[in-house]
Structure formats: C-alpha cells, structure tokens
C-alpha cells in the first residue's frame, strides 16, 4: 500500500527474481501474472478456473453452469486462439464484481451467488461469495442490502477482466 501512494515506479519481485516493473496505475491494471495481480490490491484479485470456448466469433469463459463472455477488444489480434478448449484462469478485482441493480439492470451476464460473509468497511462492504463453488470477493456500494445466507445476483465488469496462462501463470489479455 505505501508503495502504490507513494511510489512513481515499483519493482515487484517474487523469490528474488523481478516480476515486472511499472508504475502504480499499471501493475494494478495491466499486471503481467498470476503473482502480480495478486500481490497488488486489496483485497486481492479473484481468480476463477475456466475453459475457454468459442462459438462463432464469441469468447466464453466456461466455469460450472456459466458462460461469461469475453469482450472482443480482449481478444484482438487472435491471442485466445491457442487457448479455446483449454482451461486458463480469469481475474477480476472485487471492485468489479457489483450487486448495484443499475449495473445488473445493464449487464447481461448475471451469476448467482450465495453470501457467506458481510464486511462493513464504512464507505463500501466487502462481500464473501460462493458462485457455482467458487469464491469470490466483491467490494460493493454500502447501500447494499445483501445478508449472510442470501442468495444474490451479481455481475462482472466484463471490460475489466484479465485472462492468464494456467501453466505459466502470465497475462494472455488484460
């Protein structure tokens, strides 16, 4: 934290070997791995394991009854190519995981998820999720009215997802 307010570039380093080397603003939004996109951010990316599919000119992200669709500026150049049929990961910050019935009313790829924990952090509520038995985190407007044992709708800023290699952990698409 005091790196991200204070620095103009910061090394991030994993076993004594650099990861990647950036300003703030860009190791949150265009981290290069698994381990930085981790390491920066609180609380810390949520990564979801999932197949890659493709059915026309769409991409999906497959994870247990879900299909998420991949926006096609993510897929530019054919870099998911390699990946259709093969599961990778996918990222997305708790801040973009939203509850807020604006942002459901114009999404429309919505997820069911199950709340186990609520966090009142003042200005925001973390919320602790289960979706389709994986957990998740979102960090939410405080106007939400979600309870623990409540079952939800929530939806991904789509624009803000990150895709990564399973094998190698490194970035495919920011």
Request: hydrophobic fraction near 40%; charge should be negative; charged fraction near 20%.
């Amino acid at each position: 934290t005091e790196a991200m307010t204070m620095g103009t570039r910061i090394v991030v380093m994993k076993d004594g070997f650099i990861q990647q080397v950036d300003t703030p603003q860009h190791l949150y939004d265009l981290p290069c791995n698994m381990f930085v996109a981790g390491f920066i951010g609180s609380p810390q990316m949520n990564f979801i394991n999932a197949t890659l599919a493709k059915e026309g000119t769409t991409y999906t992200l497959n994870f247990d009854k879900y299909k998420v669709p991949v926006p096609a500026e993510k897929a530019q150049g054919g870099k998911l190519d390699a990946y259709v049929g093969k599961e990778v990961v996918f990222g997305i910050r708790p801040e973009h995981v939203h509850d807020e019935p604006d942002f459901l009313a114009k999404s429309d790829c919505h997820l069911d998820a199950n709340v186990d924990v609520t966090e009142l952090m003042g200005a925001e509520i973390y919320l602790y999720v289960n979706i389709g038995g994986v957990p998740v985190t979102a960090r939410v407007e405080p106007t939400s009215t979600a309870q623990p044992g409540d079952n939800i709708k929530v939806a991904f800023d789509l624009s803000k997802i990150h895709i990564f290699d399973k094998e190698t952990e490194q970035t495919i698409t920011n």
